[in-house]
């Protein structure tokens, strides 16, 4: 059979430079990666193989695309370089088993029944990218790996963003996603669902991974935006399929509950520059209440299931209180205060202490604050995190520090990776240093 040939080009655009089509192949990768990854780990029962044929078909949109201009459909034209890698793979094998033949011929039918690739997601591709985090996320694998994989292969998170999100080195997390895809490769896990006791073990990595790719679609650790709502859409889609796997998992509920309450906000979170607006500052009938009712739905379950002192249900009783406070100044800052006490007992994180310091600053004024700031600045681990002077110059500010507040700005917009808000901490330092 002759090999299935990428969908048609767009010829390119007149005034349409090297710089736009290199920006229109990113954000294709970013949108069709996950697609493309699990498709073809259904097919080919392989991950990190499957990976490396997704990297293989974005080489190959690098190569040719910047000739002959954008296609029109770019998932379909990814796909299908996809596709014809892993059939060219499969060929190239010696066929040494009947199971690889079978795999060839599947590739094959699936292409001949499928013609039109850009007709949308698969009907249950949010089931496939939650089996794909649940391979990833195999006892098999080091804890620590397990999570990095995950958002590796399923966001297409880079090496960078995912050490923000763990606040580790990026060599570190390098290695950790290497040996995880070496460990696949070589154990020949199952790409899988599982049920029951073996579901049970993995829950707690997934609830992990799902959660971050929530987080970074809030707060981008880089680029020109600061909001990546796919990103959480598509976390929020799969906590939805999770409760349905898993509906006495008060923790699952929790986390369902965190990112409904937390999504709730999205539209008031930027103006019409796209521009970042600090929680207080936004405007509240913006609010979906619509989503708010689903997150306190949610956290209701949770709680009705023996979950209110788990790590997410406490997350979300925390935004519970900022949701259910028509004003910013009605807000239960002492409540807040308390759950963020229970919640770094449970966890000893100083990104939670963190946190904590910003409530008590708000509860009990910002010297109360700044005192718990003081004592997170020989953390190791937020060394290099911007919000730890970020919260640092706030509260500066409120004490009538300016100067002090300014350089504490200053050096949060140094360590910022998203221009969005690196622009706003250097605005903050700007006005602190004013009258």
Known sequence: MDAIRPPRLR??????????????????????????ITSLARMLRDVPLAEDLTQEALLAALEHWPQTGVPERPGAWLMAAAKNRARDHLRRRPMLDRSHATLARDLEEEQQAMPDLDSGLDDDIGDEMLRLIFTACHPLLAREARAALALRMVCGLTTEEIARAFLMPPATISQRILRAKNTLSASGLAYETPRGEELSGRLASVLEVIYLIFNEGYTAARGEDWLRPQLCNEALRLARVLTALAPLE???????ALMELNASRTTARTDKEGEPILLLDQARALWDRLQIRRGLQALARARSLGGAGGFYVLQAAIIACHAQAERAEDTDWHRIAGLYAELAALTRSPIVELNRAVAVGMAEGAMAGLAIIERLAAEPALKAYHLLPSVRGDLLLKLGRGDEARAAFEAAAALAGNARERTLLQRRAAEAAGP
């Open 250 to 256: 008060p923790e699952v509920h929790g986390l369902q």
């Open 11 to 36: 010829a390119r655009a007149a005034g349409v430079t090297a710089d736009d089509t290199h920006r229109a192949i990113l954000a294709a990768w970013r949108i069709e990666q996950p697609r493309l």
